[in-house]
């Protein structure tokens, strides 16, 4: 940050005639862009057709929201909090078995059975957290999957995000944190701290790298099985040794394109 902050202020201390310079060449291709806009905008209040442009519905802002209100209005809140947490054990407890059998292993064991209490608890409580944003977010995709012809455009837009994300560079380093188990050392409610706060942490790295690969087959209307497809896929990955990228990517596109059939 340093050498950026040096650069830029070295940039900011330019001498007046540069300034002046980039300011004048600046000025007449932002002169011609506005002017094309304002054709544009002239050519489309006329009546006149743009050839290149596709033409929305003019409902389109109206299913939209139509299909908004059916989603919060006739879904009873109760009913998404029990899906969602009914999904989150589901799909997402056994990618954290690996983690917490480690733990524990490492534990006297009078101290397991609170001690996995205790992680699975941080872990839930995030993955709560985490609906609190996910499913408002889910209903507005699936209304705007209900716009009549915008369909297909939610399971590309989720499978295409959670295969993106699966071959990021990020994802991998924070799915290598996510494999690091910490040791504990101590005694009492000490310890079921310490093992509550490793849950937390491990809810919080594994809604990061598997958060949209889990709601891809929901947000594309997909069923159990392709649920349980993603979980064995990023149950896998959790499994190897050294996970590569392609090894989950090319899954996630095989169960994409079943949304398609």
Not at 48 to 57: D, F, H, K, Q, V
Not at 203 to 223: E, F, N
Request: with cysteine.
């Amino acid at each position: 940050m340093a050498n950026i902050s040096a650069s830029l202020a070295n940039a900011g201390g330019a001498p007046p005639h540069r300034r002046l310079i980039n300011i004048t060449t600046a000025f007449w291709p932002l002169l011609v862009s506005a002017f094309a806009w304002a054709t544009l905008i002239f050519m489309a209040r006329g009546g006149a057709s743009l050839e290149l442009c596709l033409n929305p519905s003019a409902s389109l802002a109206k299913d939209f929201l139509t299909g908004l209100k059916l989603q919060l209005f006739q879904v009873s809140p109760w009913a998404l909090v029990k899906e969602w947490g009914l999904m989150v054990l589901a799909m997402m407890l056994p990618l954290a078995v690996p983690h917490l059998s480690i733990f524990c292993a490492r534990l006297y064991r009078p101290m397991q059975r609170r001690a996995m209490v205790a992680v699975l608890s941080g872990f839930v409580a995030i993955w709560l957290v985490i609906g609190l944003f996910a499913v408002p977010l889910m209903l507005a995709l699936r209304a705007l999957a209900s716009v009549q012809g915008l369909a297909w455009v939610v399971p590309v837009l989720a499978y295409g995000a959670a295969i993106l994300w699966s071959l990021s560079p990020t994802r991998q380093k924070v799915l290598r944190r996510c494999h690091m188990v910490p040791v504990i050392c101590g005694q009492g409610y000490a310890v079921y701290h310490a093992a509550f706060r490793f849950g937390v942490r491990l809810g919080v790295l594994c809604g990061t790298t598997c958060g949209l690969a889990m709601a891809a087959p929901m947000l594309s209307g997909q069923g159990i099985l392709a649920m349980a497809l993603i979980t064995h896929v990023l149950l896998t990955e959790r499994l190897a040794h050294q996970a590569l990228m392609a090894q989950t990517a090319m899954p996630l596109a095989f169960v994409g394109l079943m949304a398609a059939f």
